[in-house]
């Protein structure tokens, strides 16, 4: 599946999706096609060709694009699915779409700053794909710890996601039975195979990360987390939380408590720490010290 057309079917579910419950006709979607020099090259949108992108949509990413046959307007079948439920995909269509105005907008290119995510984009094209079909794959992988490159056959890629500017896919280890995580700016390779696999029909990847602040899941279990944080980090807080379980316990002029029911594995204790002296945690004890220990640590390092 080649950049340009998930491109195209990005454009296509984000103008449908704009166009709200009122829906937009073929014509509608033309002219708005036409404008786009980028992906139209001046020319009108067939129908056939719209047609086409329709239906692979609905195969690719699971979502009707309808047709009212009294007004032959377009709507998407379930809109709150995808704004709701389906972020992942909300977030790529959303990301897809800004990079292509942002690259019509030449007026506008040195006014918008855009967040790099280090490589990965063309493994998220064949991987997408990979998945859509059930296709294994091969990767020669460059690990950290030991510093060495591996080659993995037959993967079987359960699902991907991104985290704090990685994109990571999941994939089941046929060799061991092991699901794991693999960053994609440490493929150095990756073919897709003509084997096939079966995926498990209840798999869901939100599921597989339930409890997880990030994209590590060990043997740390789900717990309630209490955190302490000052007047001024509390606003970020509330607006931006810090995990799906957030709620508020407690809250005056000068502090905001917050709990989440999360697993307190390393890459959440990295977050605590770089909140500095404006967040405090308040149990469990054992995470309490966990943090104070590491602070310890750290100040021993500037001695």
């Known amino acids: 599946m080649r950049t340009g057309i998930i491109k195209r079917y990005f454009w296509l579910l984000d103008t449908i999706y704009r166009s709200g419950d009122v829906g937009i006709t073929f014509e509608e979607i033309n002219e708005k096609w036409e404008r ?155 073919k897709k195979n003509e084997s096939t696999f079966t995926m498990p029909k209840d798999f869901s990847i939100s599921d597989f990360f339930s409890g997880c602040y990030g994209i590590i899941k060990d043997a740390t279990p789900k717990q309630m987390v209490v955190v302490r944080a000052n007047a001024f980090q509390a606003k970020y807080l509330k607006t931006l939380p810090l995990h799906e379980s957030q709620e508020i316990v407690t809250e005056d002029s000068e502090f905001t408590t917050f709990s989440y029911y999360i697993r307190p594995t390393f890459d959440f204790k990295q977050k605590i720490l770089s909140y500095m002296g404006n967040v405090e945690v308040v149990e469990p004890l054992s995470f309490r010290d966990e943090i104070r220990m590491e602070i310890e640590r750290m100040r021993k390092l500037y001695e």
């Not at 377009?74 to 809109?79: G, N």
């Not at 037959?154 to 985290?163: A, K, R, S």
């Open 36 to 190: 786009n020099d980028l992906l139209s090259g001046g020319c009108s949108y067939p129908k056939r060709t719209f047609e086409s992108h329709r239906q692979n949509i609905e195969e690719v990413f699971n979502i009707l694009i309808d047709c009212d046959r009294r007004t032959n307007r377009y709507f998407i079948s379930d809109r709150e699915e995808l704004k709701n439920q389906n972020h992942i995909l909300k977030w790529l269509v959303e990301t897809f779409n800004l990079n292509d105005v942002v690259g019509q907008s030449k007026n506008l290119k040195d006014r918008i700053g855009l967040e790099d995510i280090p490589a990965g984009h063309g493994c998220l094209v064949d991987l997408l794909d990979a998945m859509n079909r059930n296709q294994t794959f091969d990767m020669e992988y460059q690990k950290f710890y030991p510093d060495e490159k591996k080659l993995y056959r037959n993967m079987e890629p359960y699902g991907v996601q991104i985290f704090q500017r990685r994109w990571y896919v999941l994939a089941r280890n046929p060799e061991n039975d092991t699901l794991h995580t693999y960053s994609f700016d440490r493929i150095v390779s990756l």
